[in-house]
Protein backbone atom coordinates (compact mmCIF):
# COMPACT_ATOMS: atom_id res chain seq x y z
CA UNK A 1 0.00 0.00 0.00
CA UNK A 2 2.66 2.60 0.81
CA UNK A 3 4.54 2.02 -2.30
CA UNK A 4 0.76 2.93 -4.28
CA UNK A 5 0.35 5.50 -2.41
CA UNK A 6 4.05 7.00 -2.71
CA UNK A 7 3.55 6.18 -6.48
CA UNK A 8 0.56 8.27 -6.54
CA UNK A 9 2.21 11.16 -4.83
CA UNK A 10 5.10 10.95 -7.16
CA UNK A 11 2.59 11.09 -10.61
CA UNK A 12 0.38 13.93 -8.76
CA UNK A 13 -2.69 12.27 -8.67
CA UNK A 14 -5.65 13.22 -6.76
CA UNK A 15 -7.11 10.03 -6.35
CA UNK A 16 -6.32 6.40 -6.47
CA UNK A 17 -8.52 3.58 -7.78
CA UNK A 18 -7.97 -0.55 -6.63
CA UNK A 19 -10.24 -2.77 -8.26
CA UNK A 20 -10.22 -6.00 -8.57
CA UNK A 21 -8.75 -7.30 -12.28
CA UNK A 22 -6.49 -4.02 -13.00
CA UNK A 23 -3.67 -2.52 -11.92
CA UNK A 24 -3.94 0.13 -9.36
CA UNK A 25 -5.61 3.50 -11.36
CA UNK A 26 -4.68 6.85 -10.88
CA UNK A 27 -6.47 10.09 -11.58
CA UNK A 28 -4.43 12.86 -12.80
CA UNK A 29 -5.31 15.95 -14.07
CA UNK A 30 -8.97 14.76 -14.33
CA UNK A 31 -8.65 11.69 -15.94
CA UNK A 32 -8.06 8.08 -15.12
CA UNK A 33 -4.76 6.27 -15.79
CA UNK A 34 -3.63 3.07 -15.45
CA UNK A 35 -0.34 2.61 -13.38
CA UNK A 36 2.43 -0.43 -14.07
CA UNK A 37 1.84 -3.15 -12.90
CA UNK A 38 0.44 -6.62 -12.25
CA UNK A 39 -2.99 -6.64 -12.07
CA UNK A 40 -5.24 -6.94 -8.53
CA UNK A 41 -6.55 -9.81 -7.51
CA UNK A 42 -9.48 -10.64 -4.67
CA UNK A 43 -6.43 -12.13 -2.08
CA UNK A 44 -4.27 -9.18 -2.47
CA UNK A 45 -7.20 -6.42 -2.18
CA UNK A 46 -8.42 -8.36 1.34
CA UNK A 47 -4.31 -7.72 2.43
CA UNK A 48 -4.50 -3.78 1.15
CA UNK A 49 -7.79 -3.26 2.91
CA UNK A 50 -6.17 -4.88 6.01
CA UNK A 51 -3.12 -2.69 5.79
CA UNK A 52 -5.30 0.53 6.00
CA UNK A 53 -7.92 -0.17 8.84
CA UNK A 54 -8.11 -0.53 12.44
CA UNK A 55 -9.89 -4.22 13.90
CA UNK A 56 -12.88 -1.36 15.01
CA UNK A 57 -13.28 -0.45 11.38
CA UNK A 58 -13.29 -3.99 9.92
CA UNK A 59 -16.22 -4.59 12.48
CA UNK A 60 -18.05 -1.17 10.81
CA UNK A 61 -16.91 -2.23 7.38
CA UNK A 62 -18.72 -5.97 8.34
CA UNK A 63 -22.17 -4.41 9.63
CA UNK A 64 -22.09 -1.32 6.90
CA UNK A 65 -20.73 -3.15 3.97
CA UNK A 66 -19.03 0.22 3.28
CA UNK A 67 -16.34 2.48 5.01
CA UNK A 68 -15.01 6.17 4.94
CA UNK A 69 -12.12 6.57 6.84
CA UNK A 70 -8.78 8.87 6.82
CA UNK A 71 -4.99 8.11 8.04
CA UNK A 72 -1.91 9.64 8.01
CA UNK A 73 1.14 8.03 6.32
CA UNK A 74 4.16 8.71 7.98
CA UNK A 75 5.93 10.66 5.08
CA UNK A 76 3.42 10.81 2.57
CA UNK A 77 0.17 12.57 4.62
CA UNK A 78 -3.12 12.33 4.64
CA UNK A 79 -5.10 10.05 2.69
CA UNK A 80 -8.92 9.62 2.55
CA UNK A 81 -10.02 6.26 1.66
CA UNK A 82 -13.77 4.66 0.77
CA UNK A 83 -14.24 1.40 0.81
CA UNK A 84 -17.05 -0.61 -1.13
CA UNK A 85 -17.69 -4.55 -2.30
CA UNK A 86 -17.36 -5.16 -5.89
CA UNK A 87 -19.07 -9.27 -6.42
CA UNK A 88 -18.09 -9.09 -2.38
CA UNK A 89 -14.65 -8.17 -2.78
CA UNK A 90 -13.57 -4.98 -1.04
CA UNK A 91 -12.09 -2.27 -3.75
CA UNK A 92 -10.95 1.27 -2.70
CA UNK A 93 -11.06 5.17 -3.54
CA UNK A 94 -8.10 6.75 -2.23
CA UNK A 95 -8.26 10.60 -2.15
CA UNK A 96 -4.97 12.18 -1.59
CA UNK A 97 -5.17 15.26 0.58
CA UNK A 98 -3.67 18.49 0.78
CA UNK A 99 -0.35 18.61 2.82
CA UNK A 100 -0.04 22.38 3.01
CA UNK A 101 -3.03 25.04 3.14
CA UNK A 102 -2.72 26.91 -0.25
CA UNK A 103 -3.25 30.50 -0.71
CA UNK A 104 -6.30 31.64 -2.42
CA UNK A 105 -4.16 32.88 -5.31
CA UNK A 106 -2.56 29.20 -5.95
CA UNK A 107 -6.02 27.70 -5.95
CA UNK A 108 -7.86 30.32 -7.80
CA UNK A 109 -10.51 30.99 -5.04
CA UNK A 110 -12.14 35.09 -5.94
CA UNK A 111 -11.45 37.79 -3.57
CA UNK A 112 -14.96 37.45 -1.94
CA UNK A 113 -13.84 34.09 -0.04
CA UNK A 114 -11.72 35.47 2.29
CA UNK A 115 -13.78 38.57 2.83
CA UNK A 116 -16.75 35.47 4.15
CA UNK A 117 -14.31 33.96 6.72
CA UNK A 118 -14.44 37.68 8.30
CA UNK A 119 -18.54 37.44 8.77
CA UNK A 120 -20.25 37.05 12.21
CA UNK A 121 -22.93 34.86 11.25
CA UNK A 122 -24.69 33.57 8.22
CA UNK A 123 -24.47 30.58 6.40
CA UNK A 124 -22.30 30.08 4.09
CA UNK A 125 -22.16 27.05 1.08
CA UNK A 126 -19.38 25.33 -0.86
CA UNK A 127 -21.01 23.30 -3.54
CA UNK A 128 -20.07 21.71 -6.78
CA UNK A 129 -20.08 17.97 -8.04
CA UNK A 130 -17.40 15.22 -6.48
CA UNK A 131 -13.32 16.06 -6.85
CA UNK A 132 -14.53 19.66 -7.37
CA UNK A 133 -12.08 21.17 -4.57
CA UNK A 134 -15.36 21.49 -2.33
CA UNK A 135 -13.23 20.73 0.94
CA UNK A 136 -9.69 22.40 -0.37
CA UNK A 137 -11.96 26.24 -0.53
CA UNK A 138 -13.16 25.13 3.15
CA UNK A 139 -10.13 24.26 4.43
CA UNK A 140 -8.74 27.34 3.01
CA UNK A 141 -11.34 29.35 4.95
CA UNK A 142 -10.92 26.94 8.26
CA UNK A 143 -7.03 27.77 7.68
CA UNK A 144 -7.91 31.79 7.25
CA UNK A 145 -10.37 32.45 10.67
CA UNK A 146 -7.93 30.07 12.54
CA UNK A 147 -5.05 32.90 11.20
CA UNK A 148 -7.09 35.51 11.34
CA UNK A 149 -9.86 35.85 14.41
CA UNK A 150 -10.16 34.67 18.44
CA UNK A 151 -12.64 32.12 18.42
CA UNK A 152 -14.21 28.49 18.47
CA UNK A 153 -14.14 26.58 15.41
CA UNK A 154 -15.67 23.15 15.48
CA UNK A 155 -15.97 20.69 12.43
CA UNK A 156 -18.23 17.70 11.49
CA UNK A 157 -16.04 16.08 8.40
CA UNK A 158 -16.37 12.36 6.98
CA UNK A 159 -13.69 11.80 7.24
CA UNK A 160 -11.38 14.54 8.48
CA UNK A 161 -9.27 15.28 5.77
CA UNK A 162 -6.79 18.09 6.97
CA UNK A 163 -5.51 18.59 10.14
CA UNK A 164 -5.48 21.95 11.50
CA UNK A 165 -3.32 23.41 14.61
CA UNK A 166 -4.45 25.81 17.03
CA UNK A 167 -2.77 29.45 15.57
CA UNK A 168 -5.30 32.38 17.02
CA UNK A 169 -8.55 29.72 17.58
CA UNK A 170 -9.25 26.68 18.81
CA UNK A 171 -9.88 23.86 16.23
CA UNK A 172 -12.05 21.23 17.29
CA UNK A 173 -12.58 18.31 14.14
CA UNK A 174 -15.08 15.69 14.75
CA UNK A 175 -15.13 12.42 12.82
CA UNK A 176 -18.21 10.83 11.44
CA UNK A 177 -18.17 7.07 13.31
CA UNK A 178 -14.74 8.22 15.11
CA UNK A 179 -16.06 11.06 17.06
CA UNK A 180 -20.04 10.81 16.52
CA UNK A 181 -21.86 8.33 15.04
CA UNK A 182 -23.94 11.02 12.13
CA UNK A 183 -23.88 14.57 10.66
CA UNK A 184 -27.23 15.12 12.19
CA UNK A 185 -26.45 13.84 16.22
CA UNK A 186 -23.25 16.04 16.20
CA UNK A 187 -24.41 19.10 14.95
CA UNK A 188 -26.84 19.00 17.64
CA UNK A 189 -24.44 18.73 20.25
CA UNK A 190 -22.13 20.80 18.90
CA UNK A 191 -24.12 24.25 19.47
CA UNK A 192 -23.74 23.11 23.11
CA UNK A 193 -19.99 23.61 22.38
CA UNK A 194 -19.39 27.38 22.38
CA UNK A 195 -18.76 27.16 18.74
CA UNK A 196 -18.33 30.99 16.82
CA UNK A 197 -17.63 28.89 14.00
CA UNK A 198 -19.31 25.59 12.82
CA UNK A 199 -18.16 23.69 9.60
CA UNK A 200 -20.13 20.98 8.34
CA UNK A 201 -18.47 18.55 5.62
CA UNK A 202 -22.19 18.28 4.02
CA UNK A 203 -25.01 18.47 4.42
CA UNK A 204 -27.36 15.20 3.70
CA UNK A 205 -30.34 15.28 4.90
CA UNK A 206 -33.61 16.99 5.96
CA UNK A 207 -32.17 17.23 9.80
CA UNK A 208 -28.78 18.14 9.30
CA UNK A 209 -30.18 21.45 6.81
CA UNK A 210 -32.71 22.16 9.28
CA UNK A 211 -30.01 22.53 12.22
CA UNK A 212 -27.81 23.96 10.43
CA UNK A 213 -30.19 27.00 9.17
CA UNK A 214 -31.07 27.33 13.23
CA UNK A 215 -27.66 27.79 13.83
CA UNK A 216 -26.75 30.24 11.38
CA UNK A 217 -30.08 32.41 12.37
CA UNK A 218 -28.84 32.16 15.98
CA UNK A 219 -25.50 33.88 15.80
CA UNK A 220 -23.18 31.23 14.25
CA UNK A 221 -20.84 31.62 11.03
CA UNK A 222 -21.69 27.85 9.51
CA UNK A 223 -20.00 27.27 6.66
CA UNK A 224 -21.01 23.41 4.34
CA UNK A 225 -20.76 21.78 1.09
CA UNK A 226 -23.81 20.12 -1.28
CA UNK A 227 -23.36 18.80 -3.95
CA UNK A 228 -25.09 21.19 -6.32
CA UNK A 229 -24.01 22.59 -9.82
CA UNK A 230 -25.13 26.05 -9.10
CA UNK A 231 -26.48 28.72 -6.88
CA UNK A 232 -29.94 28.45 -8.27
CA UNK A 233 -30.36 24.60 -7.74
CA UNK A 234 -29.10 25.10 -4.65
CA UNK A 235 -31.61 27.12 -3.72
CA UNK A 236 -34.05 24.54 -4.93
CA UNK A 237 -32.51 21.64 -3.50
CA UNK A 238 -32.68 23.15 0.17
CA UNK A 239 -36.85 23.80 -0.82
CA UNK A 240 -37.42 20.61 -2.20
CA UNK A 241 -36.03 18.33 1.05
CA UNK A 242 -38.63 19.65 2.96
CA UNK A 243 -42.12 18.47 3.26
CA UNK A 244 -44.27 21.16 1.10
CA UNK A 245 -45.90 22.10 5.02
CA UNK A 246 -42.40 23.02 5.89
CA UNK A 247 -40.91 25.09 2.93
CA UNK A 248 -42.79 28.72 3.43
CA UNK A 249 -41.04 28.80 6.75
CA UNK A 250 -38.01 27.26 5.43
CA UNK A 251 -37.79 29.62 2.98
CA UNK A 252 -37.99 32.75 5.44
CA UNK A 253 -35.39 30.90 7.56
CA UNK A 254 -33.19 30.64 4.67
CA UNK A 255 -33.98 34.43 3.11
CA UNK A 256 -32.61 35.54 6.46
CA UNK A 257 -29.61 33.73 7.27
CA UNK A 258 -27.71 32.58 3.50
CA UNK A 259 -24.81 34.60 3.29
CA UNK A 260 -23.24 33.59 0.05
CA UNK A 261 -22.99 30.10 -2.53
CA UNK A 262 -19.37 29.57 -3.90
CA UNK A 263 -19.94 26.86 -7.06
CA UNK A 264 -17.33 25.43 -8.00
CA UNK A 265 -15.73 23.46 -11.30
CA UNK A 266 -11.86 22.24 -11.73
CA UNK A 267 -11.13 22.36 -15.52
CA UNK A 268 -8.00 20.78 -17.67
CA UNK A 269 -5.71 23.48 -18.31
CA UNK A 270 -4.87 23.99 -21.58
CA UNK A 271 -1.23 23.55 -21.38
CA UNK A 272 -2.10 19.88 -20.40
CA UNK A 273 -0.92 20.22 -16.83
CA UNK A 274 -3.06 20.30 -13.92
CA UNK A 275 -6.58 21.94 -13.40
CA UNK A 276 -8.09 25.40 -12.95
CA UNK A 277 -10.70 26.25 -11.02
CA UNK A 278 -13.58 28.18 -11.84
CA UNK A 279 -16.33 29.27 -9.75
CA UNK A 280 -19.84 31.11 -9.87
CA UNK A 281 -20.38 33.45 -6.78
CA UNK A 282 -23.99 34.48 -5.37
CA UNK A 283 -23.67 37.13 -2.38
CA UNK A 284 -26.85 37.27 -1.00
CA UNK A 285 -28.54 41.25 -1.65
CA UNK A 286 -31.61 41.97 -0.26
CA UNK A 287 -32.95 41.47 -3.88
CA UNK A 288 -31.72 38.11 -3.77
CA UNK A 289 -33.54 37.42 0.14
CA UNK A 290 -36.86 38.45 -1.91
CA UNK A 291 -36.41 36.15 -4.02
CA UNK A 292 -35.44 33.09 -1.81
CA UNK A 293 -38.26 34.39 0.73
CA UNK A 294 -40.67 33.62 -2.36
CA UNK A 295 -39.91 31.09 -4.13
CA UNK A 296 -38.62 32.90 -7.16
CA UNK A 297 -35.02 30.89 -7.51
CA UNK A 298 -35.57 31.07 -11.03
CA UNK A 299 -34.71 34.77 -11.18
CA UNK A 300 -31.28 34.31 -9.15
CA UNK A 301 -29.57 33.73 -12.47
CA UNK A 302 -30.47 37.00 -13.50
CA UNK A 303 -29.03 38.72 -10.08
CA UNK A 304 -25.80 37.38 -10.84
CA UNK A 305 -25.21 38.55 -14.18
CA UNK A 306 -25.74 42.07 -13.00
CA UNK A 307 -24.49 42.14 -9.74
CA UNK A 308 -21.03 42.46 -10.45
CA UNK A 309 -20.48 45.20 -7.46
CA UNK A 310 -21.69 43.43 -4.84
CA UNK A 311 -18.96 40.35 -6.08
CA UNK A 312 -20.79 38.08 -7.98
CA UNK A 313 -20.73 35.99 -11.07
CA UNK A 314 -22.30 33.52 -13.19
CA UNK A 315 -20.05 30.30 -14.03
CA UNK A 316 -20.32 31.30 -17.72
CA UNK A 317 -18.86 34.55 -17.11
CA UNK A 318 -15.48 32.46 -15.36
CA UNK A 319 -15.45 30.30 -17.95
CA UNK A 320 -15.55 33.41 -20.29
CA UNK A 321 -12.77 34.54 -18.39
CA UNK A 322 -10.64 31.60 -18.15
CA UNK A 323 -10.79 31.09 -21.58
CA UNK A 324 -9.56 34.62 -22.85
CA UNK A 325 -6.86 34.20 -20.33
CA UNK A 326 -5.94 31.19 -22.17
CA UNK A 327 -6.40 29.00 -19.44
CA UNK A 328 -8.47 26.65 -20.85
CA UNK A 329 -9.65 25.49 -24.21
CA UNK A 330 -12.43 26.52 -26.11
CA UNK A 331 -14.05 23.05 -26.09
CA UNK A 332 -13.67 22.75 -22.29
CA UNK A 333 -15.39 26.69 -22.63
CA UNK A 334 -18.11 26.03 -24.25
CA UNK A 335 -18.76 22.27 -23.03
CA UNK A 336 -19.06 23.58 -19.73
CA UNK A 337 -21.79 26.79 -20.05
CA UNK A 338 -24.89 26.90 -19.17
CA UNK A 339 -25.61 29.27 -21.90
CA UNK A 340 -23.28 28.44 -24.71
CA UNK A 341 -24.95 31.12 -26.95
CA UNK A 342 -23.29 33.50 -24.42
CA UNK A 343 -20.19 32.15 -24.88
CA UNK A 344 -20.31 32.37 -28.89
CA UNK A 345 -21.32 35.59 -28.77
CA UNK A 346 -18.28 37.18 -26.65
CA UNK A 347 -15.72 34.84 -28.72
CA UNK A 348 -16.35 36.27 -32.07
CA UNK A 349 -18.30 32.78 -33.04
CA UNK A 350 -15.49 31.06 -32.44
CA UNK A 351 -16.00 27.26 -32.70
CA UNK A 352 -14.26 23.91 -33.67
CA UNK A 353 -14.27 22.14 -37.01
CA UNK A 354 -16.34 19.27 -35.58
CA UNK A 355 -18.95 21.69 -34.17
CA UNK A 356 -19.34 23.66 -37.55
CA UNK A 357 -19.75 20.45 -39.20
CA UNK A 358 -22.59 19.66 -36.55
Known sequence: MERILRGARHFGAS???????????????????????VPLTEETLHELFGEMVTERQRQVFADEMQLSISRTWPGLGRFRTSVYLHGGCPEMAIRLCETVVRSAEDLG???VVRELTRLPNGLVLVTGPTGMGKTTT???MIDTINRERRCKIVTIEDPVEF???????????????????????????????????VVIGEMRDLETIETALTAAETGHLVLATLH????????QRIYSIFPAEQQNSISVQMANCLQAIICQRLLPRASGSGRVLATEVCTVTSAIRRHIREHEA???????????????????????????????????????????QFIRERTGGHATGAEKEG
Open 15 to 37: DIHLVQGVAPLFRVNGEIRCSEG
Open 163 to 197: VHENQRSIVVQQEVTTDTPSFRKALVHVLRQDPDV
Open 138 to 140: MNF
Open 109 to 111: LPG
Open 228 to 235: TPDAMQTI
Open 298 to 340: HHIHSELQKGRKHQMQTMDSSLLELYQRAEITYDVCISNARDQ
